[in-house]
């Protein structure tokens, strides 16, 4: 089962490739989630594949995670911002300008560096180490029954959510740590669930589920508090610059608001997934 799990995860990431390059709609976004899976699936199983290679994997793709990153979260930004400006009917110029067409007018160069970065030999390198891995399709102990080692890699998850959750402090970057280990516990489950349907589908269902809404609502806090802190920033350099600042100030208090209102679907999202997680 490990070796299909693999090959599924690197499949999504290269059948994403071009789309991403050739900016289509969704592309680059499409592409940084399968990247994603493929570095969940990477440290997920890390104790039963290859644990050097995969390593070195997980690291290759963390950097071309980070420039699509860069890429994708200008998209965000100019979303988030142009959505919340229409709720609140702003169409102020010099504030759309600021919050969405800066922000748009970045996104043709950032895009084109990242096609350069992809003809590099650091790319190549890094495709070749992928291919590499599931081409070896190493696993530790392959006589092991696959429900074992797949429970084992559900349960290591359930432990990495709890502790980011024992974690919680009301701070922004807390509240980020357990959504980047609801994120690896979603694609985990769904990992397995694609590979094996058979494999306690109703418990790893609900685990890729909960784990789902969790992602989904930190995901919008974090935006959404992004989006606060730009706006203070940008009230700051619309005041030096002589335009009218104070509607900066009333668009953050609703990207807050905004952010408080998403934490609320934490903790049943939460009891959902611990409740999954009590696998046979």
Known sequence: MLPEILRRAA???ECTTTAA???EPDGVHQHRVQVRR?????AGFQDDLDSRAARRLRVAYAEWGRELGVVRDIEVRADVA???????GIDDPAVVRRLVGSERDAYPGAHARLVELARSPRSRERERMLRALVDAAFVVDPGRPAAGVLAAALSRQAHRVRKAEGRLDGSDEAYHDLRKAARRTRY????????VPDLYPK??????SAGDDLHDALGGHRDAMLLAYRLRREEALAGR?????????RVADIARDDAAARLEAVPSAMRRLTAAFRLP
Do not use: N
Request: zero cysteines; a negative charge.
């Open 11 to 13: 499949a999504g990431v």
């Open 21 to 23: 390059l050739a900016d």
């Open 38 to 42: 493929l570095r969940s699936v990477l």
């Open 82 to 88: 142009d959505e919340l400006l229409a709720r609140a």
């Open 188 to 195: 985990v489950a769904e990992a397995v669930a694609d590979a």
């Open 203 to 208: 418990k790893v269902g609900g685990i890729a």
């Open 241 to 249: 610059a002589g335009e009218p600042s104070a509607v900066y100030a």
